[in-house]
């Protein structure tokens, strides 16, 4: 089996746009050959969606999502890059989506580098407290995995999305951007629910 290097992983990267994740998949599944991961990137649309990622998305919508009842509401603004795009119904459905997934999953802030460092470092301490008397190497994997799960909780692009649980609402903006074909970015929301303090 071919040993796949940082360096191969980054000349993907920079030839794609895709994530280092993504990356290193492509070439873990294609035995180290750059052109077949590239082609395996491009059909998973990453390749493509990574290149959309940078550009501007000025237009988008701002949806509201009320729960059964009233007793939950959210308001969510989703960018794109044109007001043609934010007139599709598709792109319009996937605004209702992500509100309806806010409104389930109580996520804090949008993405992990939101996320104040002060509550990471709360977090980290809990952890590292946890792990107390295993080994040093065990501690760190048991604190990074500790955050990666409260990130996954509190973080919306980490999140399992609440219709599809095996995908990440990272993975389903990916899946979008690669379908409708313009950059897409969840800018900001706000979860009310009766008898919350604001």
Same mark, same amino acid.
């Given at each position: 089996m071919t040993q796949i290097t940082a360096s191969m992983v980054?000349?993907?990267?920079?030839k794609t746009s895709a994530g280092l994740m993504d990356c290193k998949k492509a070439l873990t599944e294609n035995e180290g050959d750059f052109d &077949?991961?590239?082609?395996?990137?491009?059909?998973k649309g990453i390749a493509s969606a990574a290149k959309?990622?940078?550009?501007d998305a000025s237009e988008g919508l701002v949806s509201s999502y009320i729960h059964l009842g009233g007793k939950v509401g959210v308001l969510v603004e989703v960018?794109?890059? $044109?007001?043609?795009?934010? &007139?599709?119904?598709?792109?319009q459905q996937f605004v209702k989506d992500i509100g309806?997934?806010?409104?389930?999953?109580?996520?804090?802030v949008v993405s992990r580098e939101d996320v104040a460092e002060d509550l990471v470092e709360k977090e980290r301490e809990?952890?590292?407290?946890?792990?107390?008397? %295993?080994?040093?190497?065990?501690?760190q994997k048991?604190?990074?995995?500790?955050?990666? %799960?409260?990130?996954s909780q509190v973080a919306l692009m980490e999140q399992p999305f609440v219709k599809n649980p095996d995908q990440t609402i990272k993975d389903l903006?990916?899946?979008?951007?690669? $379908?409708?074909?313009?950059?897409i970015v969840i800018r900001r929301f706000a979860r009310f629910q009766i008898g919350d303090e604001a």
């Open positions: 980054a000349d993907l990267r920079a &077949k991961a590239v082609e395996w990137l491009r059909k959309k990622a940078g550009r960018n794109c890059e $044109t007001d043609f795009v934010a &007139k599709n119904e598709d792109f309806m997934h806010i409104a389930a999953a109580n996520p804090i809990i952890a590292t407290a946890q792990a107390e008397g %295993k080994p040093p190497q065990a501690v048991i604190v990074e995995g500790k955050l990666e %799960k409260y990130f903006v990916t899946e979008k951007i690669s $379908t409708i074909g313009e950059n």
